[in-house]
């Protein structure tokens, strides 16, 4: 069983976010009307400046990755492992000693994200949790239910549409 993303489908969905919109759609504005009252040819050529980088600011962010040779995010089932990739995690987790859970308890949700990636409908990397243990998170949109490892005292949460296809084959 795998759950694959691409890096466009990472992109795709970081760049879609209402909050990433939203930010880029208000500085866009402030910049433009900056530009519209300056009176300096200088300060044009710096509001123009900042526009630019403005719009190219996230895309770059996700383009950081590229180097790293990640072709997929998400995880991939084998032989009773699980190999977990949720920039910056790429793990593989032996799953023969794993203590495995499907739920839907608010206390096992991401709640604030250490190190990684966020936006509405992707999280992905190191999260603490709702009762404050830390996590290695993946979720792709949302569900009710999600799965939650805990594998040698290290925790994983995994969300998305289809989990408890993932549930039935590992938890068997």
């Known amino acids: 069983m795998q759950y694959k993303l691409t890096f466009i489908e990472v992109m795709i969905t970081s760049?879609?976010?209402?909050?990433?919109?939203?930010v880029i759609a208000i500085a866009c504005l402030a910049t433009i009307y900056c530009f519209i009252k300056a009176e300096s040819m200088r300060v044009k050529i710096l509001l123009l400046a900042v526009l630019f980088f403005t719009v190219l600011f996230?895309?770059?962010l996700d383009l950081v990755r590229l180097p790293l040779g990640w072709d997929w995010y998400g995880y991939e089932v084998s032989d009773g492992k699980l190999h977990i990739k949720a920039w910056p995690v790429d793990e593989v987790v032996d799953l023969k000693?794993?203590?495995?859970?499907?739920?839907?308890?608010s206390e096992w949700r991401p709640k604030i994200r250490t190190f990684g990636e966020g936006a509405?409908?992707?999280a992905m990397g190191y999260y603490k949790l709702e009762n404050g243990v830390d996590a290695v998170v993946f979720r792709h949109k949302n569900s009710d239910s999600f799965v939650v490892i805990n594998a040698s005292?290290?925790?994983y949460v995994i969300i998305h549409p289809e989990v408890e296809r993932l549930y039935k084959e590992i938890a068997g």
Request: proline share 8%; no cysteine; aromatic share 8%.
């Open 15 to 22: 760049l879609s976010s209402p909050v990433v919109l939203a």
């Open 58 to 60: 996230i895309p770059l």
């Open 97 to 105: 000693n794993a203590k495995i859970i499907l739920t839907n308890s």
């Open 120 to 122: 509405t409908y992707l």
């Open 153 to 155: 005292g290290k925790y």
